[in-house]
T-cell receptor, first 119, second 114 residues
Framework: NAGVMQNPRHLVRRRGQEARLRCSPMKGHSHVYWYRQLPEEGLKFMVY????????ESGMPKERFSAEFPKEGPSILRIQQVVRGDSAAYFC?????????????????FGPGTRLTVL | SQKIEQNSEALNIQEGKTATLTCNYTNYSPAYLQWYRQDPGRGPVFLLLIRENEKEKRKERLKVTFDTTLKQSLFHITASQPADSATYLC?????????????FGKGTHLIIQP
């Protein structure tokens, strides 16, 4: 039973380029979360998605960042026109749908992360 | 203001002893709290979840307590081993009607010395 998969594991971009980070949730999981971890900082929530829906993007920067989770395929976190301050580890987590319906979730299982370096 | 505080200094414990890590929070009302382990260069690994109506949870050598009056969780590792050395993260959940992510502390670096 494969865990959460993320690729690439390491990504190097020059300022102004685009970065695309991919996340495949665990089998049976339909909820995906993206987090960012800056050096010496805690994990910060960015966005929460279900298939074809963004549920909560309150932690996502308003510009240059977008996320999607299509009906088929992995979830994608896209960063346009990257700047040096975007250098960080980006983690994806997934969880099962809540048993009682609604959006409440509990245990989130994390992938290995993508380490983005902007030169 | 809202804060989650974990021991900022590294915690050095002798092998075989019990390690106790603290997570304090202010101005949050979590429905549940989770503890994760993170090794350098890797993603967080889920350890335990405790809900607001639970006082204590155990799993093998791990024990978590949750005091919603004190706004504190304690994480214990008994019979500690050098392999337990890692950063341990506290995370609050169920903060915003359910449709939200986890809010993490910065973590405590635990070192178990042989």
């Amino acid at each position: 039973n494969a865990g959460v998969m993320q690729n690439p594991r390491h990504l190097v971009r020059r300022r102004g380029q685009e970065a695309r980070l991919r996340c495949s949730p665990m089998k049976g999981h339909s909820h995906v979360y993206w987090y960012r971890q800056l050096p010496e900082e805690g994990l910060k929530f960015m966005v929460y998605l279900q298939k074809e829906n963004i549920i909560d993007e309150s932690g996502m920067p308003k510009e240059r960042f977008s996320a999607e989770f299509p009906k088929e395929g992995p979830s994608i976190l896209r960063i346009q026109q990257v700047v040096r301050g975007d250098s960080a580890a980006y983690f994806c987590a997934s969880s099962r749908p809540p048993s009682g319906g609604g959006y409440s979730t509990d245990t989130q299982y994390f992938g290995p992360g993508t380490r983005l370096t902007v030169l | 203001s809202q804060k989650i505080e974990q021991n900022s200094e590294a915690l050095n414990i002798q092998e075989g002893k019990t390690a106790t890590l603290t997570c304090n929070y202010t101005n949050y009302s979590p429905a549940y709290l989770q503890w994760y382990r993170q090794d350098p260069g890797r993603g967080p690994v889920f350890l335990l979840l405790i809900r607001e109506n639970e006082k204590e949870k155990r799993k093998e050598r791990l024990k978590v307590t949750f005091d919603t009056t004190l706004k504190q969780s304690l994480f214990h590792i008994t019979a500690s081993q050098p392999a337990d050395s890692a950063t341990y993260l506290c995370a609050l959940g169920g903060l915003g009607g359910g449709a939200d992510g986890l809010t993490f502390g910065k973590g405590t670096h635990l070192i178990i010395q042989p």
